[in-house]
Structures are given as structure tokens and as C-alpha cells.
């Protein structure tokens, strides 16, 4: 799957809210149809111009778990860069920009490096794709009602012959849950959003969790602002990272 499908498609115990504009009440909204709801989606997430936030990440696998810090800061929908540390050394570099994708991971060319202490920048790729303001979400098809409160949107993911399933809450209208099925509609990862607080009423997850074939993970955001000035220089790549192809 590359970055430009997972853009496309579409992260918590949070410690301290330091913007303003946060509340905890989430907007709440008078179901009528699919249609109206996705509209209503891609309405609000188009007030999004720019995302800072800082992070915790626990990576978790059978050889145990590690805990690092991050900061993310984007201007969706195809601009990112994203850096995750261990006390003070870069364990991950990503930048998201016009040219591509641009990756420098302290893990490459190391021999056996535990699953707990390796990052994949496809896995948190896939995480970052689904948070507000990323994707268009017009291109998902809506299914059928997973029950009364909530409605399921799907999308084909080429050219993989995949595809992802998530479940969005109606009176919200917030991404519960997304599953990725390949080919044969096998369930290879799952995310799980939660913890949602509202920023100028934008409606974003304060906790991610995701689980599959490669491992465990949890994104723990304790600050987020959304809409403020970005640095000229935000999405100007490390010299230590390689682009993807």
C-alpha cells in the first residue's frame, strides 16, 4: 500500500489540554442519511488549514513493549512531518511533502532489531491518514447501519485488491473503528479511536490504538492546536532521510 492510497483513505490518555479553543463537549448532530453525514464530515474537516500536536507512542509485540515521544505537525491533506525520539536520540524521521515521501528510521540496516523497537512508517502512516482534515472522505461509500447508532464507510484500496471498513458514530459523526481487509478478506490491522475532544469545533481522537501483523501500538496526544502558524520551514525534510519510492 503506498502513502498516497493511505493518504487518501482517510492518530490518548490525554495529560494536559493547553489550547484554548478545546472543550469537552463534541458537537452533536441530528441524524438523517448517509449522504448528509459524509457532507457534513467534509464540511468540517475543510476548516482544518494546519495540525502541531505532541505525542506518546508505546509500541507493543511479544518481545515486549517501548515507550517513545513525538510531535506531528501537518497541513493536511498532503503535507507532514512527523519525529519520534527515545530520551534524545531520533528513532523516526517522516516528512510528507510535494516532492514524496521522505523516511529516516534508526532501525534501517540494523540486524535483529526486536518487533517492540521497530517502527514502520507504513503502520503510522496508516494512523495519520485517518485523523480529520486528511483524505476525502466523499469518496467513501457508505454500507449498511452496523446497528442504530452507528453507520459503516468503505473504500477500495488499489492496487492492492483491499480494502478498509470503518465505523462512524452517527450522533458525532466520529471514526469509532477501521479495519484494513486484503485481498481475502482477511482482517490484517485494526485502529480504534477514542478520547475525541472538540478544538474550534473540530472533533479529534486524543487516543489511537492499533492492532495487526505488525504489532501493537497506542498514540497518546497531550497537546494539540489546530490553525495556527507553521514554521516556513515545517515540512523540509532531514538530511538523514530517504525518499520512498
Known amino acids: 500500500m503506498n502513502h498516497r492510497n493511505?493518504?487518501?483513505?482517510?492518530?490518548?490518555?490525554?495529560?494536559?489540554?493547553?489550547?484554548?479553543?478545546?472543550?469537552?463537549?463534541l458537537p452533536r448532530y441530528q441524524w438523517h442519511d448517509a449522504a448528509s453525514a459524509i457532507s457534513t464530515m467534509q464540511q468540517r474537516d475543510s476548516g482544518i488549514q494546519t495540525i502541531s500536536a505532541t505525542f506518546s507512542l508505546l509500541l507493543q509485540s511479544g518481545e515486549g513493549q517501548v515507550e517513545l515521544r513525538g510531535a506531528i505537525v501537518a497541513q493536511p491533506p498532503n503535507q507532514l512531518r512527523l519525529r519520534a525520539w527515545k530520551v534524545t536520540r531520533t528513532v523516526l524521521d517522516?516528512?510528507?511533502?510535494?516532492?514524496?515521501?521522505?523516511?529516516?528510521?534508526?532501525?534501517?540496516?540494523?540486524?535483529n532489531t526486536s518487533a517492540s523497537t521497530t517502527i514502520t512508517h507504513d503502520?503510522?502512516?496508516e494512523a495519520v491518514a485517518f485523523l480529520p482534515g486528511f483524505g476525502d472522505i466523499t469518496s467513501w461509500k457508505s454500507g449498511v447501519a452496523a446497528n442504530q447508532n452507528f453507520f459503516t464507510l468503505s473504500q477500495s484500496i488499489s492496487p492492492d485488491n483491499a480494502h478498509m471498513t470503518c465505523s462512524i458514530d452517527k450522533s458525532?459523526?466520529?471514526t469509532s473503528a477501521c479495519t484494513y481487509l486484503d485481498e481475502k478478506g482477511l482482517a490484517r490491522q485494526t485502529l480504534t479511536f477514542d478520547g475525541y475532544k472538540s478544538f474550534n469545533n473540530i472533533a479529534w481522537p486524543?487516543?489511537?490504538?492499533?492492532?495487526?501483523?505488525?504489532?501493537?501500538?497506542?498514540?497518546?496526544?497531550?497537546?494539540?492546536?489546530?490553525?495556527?502558524e507553521l514554521s516556513p520551514r515545517a515540512f523540509v525534510p532531514s538530511r538523514r532521510a530517504k525518499k520512498k519510492s
Do not use: P, W, Y
Not at 493511505?6 to 472543550?23: E, F, R
Not at 515521501?101 to 534501517?108: D, E, K, Q, T, Y
Not at 486524543?206 to 494539540?224: C, P, Q, T, Y
Open 6 to 25: 493511505l493518504l487518501s483513505m482517510i492518530l490518548v490518555g490525554l495529560a494536559t489540554m493547553l489550547n484554548q479553543g478545546c472543550t469537552r463537549t
Open 206 to 228: 486524543m487516543r489511537l490504538s492499533g492492532k495487526g501483523d505488525s504489532g501493537n501500538f497506542e498514540i497518546h496526544f497531550a497537546r494539540v492546536t489546530i490553525n495556527e
Open 123 to 125: 503502520r503510522l502512516m
Open 172 to 174: 458525532t459523526l466520529t
Open 94 to 111: 517522516m516528512t510528507l511533502n510535494s516532492d514524496g515521501l521522505f523516511v529516516f528510521s534508526a532501525a534501517r540496516g540494523k540486524k
